[in-house]
């Protein structure tokens, strides 16, 4: 009887400990999204005064954690960058424009670095990536990233604690809405030899996990060693979809691009993207507290392996932007069944004037079937502005049929 009590009083202390060790990490979770997503910071546009508060108080919490001064004696790599005059300005003929990346190391005296990162950045009061139709507002991007920025933080934490077979580099990087300004700056100008990194984790919003707990990685091609290593994970369990392609719209771009395996994690786009109301009361922490603990779990999943092997992959046709046309709406770039599916609908657009609403799954675009979301990308460059089209969706389990014009 003594026996079975004790270990019960066992089992309920270290229940006691995980709890009370989740909560911590969650209010820090809080703590830090909150303060990057707080208006004083004004939206952490590059180049200005809100980018410098939000770099100061990351570079003060790698200090609180220990992380040594990644770039020579400093966490801050500055650059400059001219910026485009308009969108089809490909010699940057526009204003000068400064940045700062805040870099940090875990030295475990290893042969290979794990690179994790994620952008800090944001879009200001509204520059011309926002999808706010009115007047200038600070957009605050608290998932748009950020929640990627507490994940960073938060694994820096874990990682400091456990010495292990790789050294750990933590990049917050700048400019990721301007072009992804800061991952190539630092690809090009590294502080570290980059043929001495076994593989980059990239965390761009992963603050909105939904309650079917849906999770995109991307980059899962890019090395035969990723698959297995999340498989290998059962605790916190998601529903993945996977990306084989190491190329995509966020920072790891520029890691592949030099032949370098990446893991971009990703919980999905939203409502709220790219507007001001992208705040920190729609965070779901509990949610961003097992995200960060799977990418801990699976960063010390691979560290018997000194390198990971980088494999190219087959990239898209798609990845290079510049459509004719748009329907206007927001993709659930989540959704893996038949079609794409609408995840919002914007206002004075093809798609709202023809009656479009989230939650519709478009089958078919004029003669053109619908399988997936490279179907519709690939679909948007047949058409020309003008063209009035009939599209084919599923709502509610009934097939409709839309007149739309572009």
Do not use: C
Request: hydrophobic share 35%; net charge negative.
């Amino acid at each position: 009887m003594k026996k079975r009590y004790l270990l019960f009083a066992l089992f309920f202390i270290a229940q006691h400990i995980y709890f009370a060790q989740t909560s911590t990490e969650i209010f820090q979770l809080k703590s830090d999204v909150t303060i990057l997503s707080h208006d004083s910071l004004e939206g952490r546009e590059i180049g200005t005064s809100g980018e410098i508060k939000a770099a100061n108080y990351i570079a003060h919490r790698y200090s609180e954690l220990g992380l040594k001064q990644g770039n020579l004696n400093s966490y801050f790599q500055m650059f400059t960058k001219k910026q485009s005059l308009h969108p089809h300005d490909t010699n940057f003929l526009g204003p000068e424009i400064s940045g700062r990346n805040i870099i940090g190391f875990i030295d475990n005296r290893a042969k290979s670095n794990i690179i994790i990162g994620a952008h800090y950045d944001h879009l200001g009061w509204g520059d011309e990536g926002s999808l706010h139709a009115g007047e200038p507002m600070i957009h605050n991007g608290a998932d748009d990233n950020a929640s990627g920025i507490a994940a960073l933080l938060y694994l820096a934490e874990k990682l400091s604690k456990k010495s292990q077979d790789h050294n750990y580099i933590f990049i917050a990087f700048t400019g990721e809405e301007k072009g992804l300004l800061g991952s190539n700056y630092f690809v090009n100008n590294p502080s570290f030899d980059l043929n001495k990194t076994s593989f980059m984790v990239n965390m761009d919003m992963v603050g909105r996990l939904d309650d079917e707990r849906r999770m995109a990685i991307y980059g899962v091609g890019t090395s035969p060693s990723f698959i297995p290593a999340i498989n290998r994970i059962n605790d916190p369990h998601f529903q993945f979809k996977f990306d084989s392609s190491g190329i995509g719209p966020s920072d790891h771009t520029s890691f592949y691009l030099n032949d370098i395996p990446v893991l971009h994690f990703f919980t999905g786009q939203h409502a709220q993207y790219h507007k001001p109301t992208d705040d920190v009361e729609l965070i779901n922490f509990d949610g961003l507290n097992d995200i960060s603990h799977f990418i801990y779990k699976m960063i010390i999943s691979l560290d018997g392996e000194n390198k990971v092997k980088f494999t190219k992959t087959k990239e898209k046709e798609n990845t290079q932007l510049g459509f004719k046309v748009t329907l206007g709406i927001i993709p659930d770039y989540l959704y893996s069944d038949t079609g794409l599916k609408i995840d919002g609908v914007k206002e004075d657009r093809p798609a709202g004037n023809a009656g479009m609403l989230k939650g519709d799954v478009i089958i078919e675009m004029g003669e053109l079937i619908i399988h997936n979301i490279d179907d519709y990308m690939n679909a948007l460059n047949q058409f020309n502005k003008g063209d009035e089209i009939t599209i084919k969706i599923i709502r509610n389990g009934n097939e409709i049929s839309l007149k739309t014009t572009f």
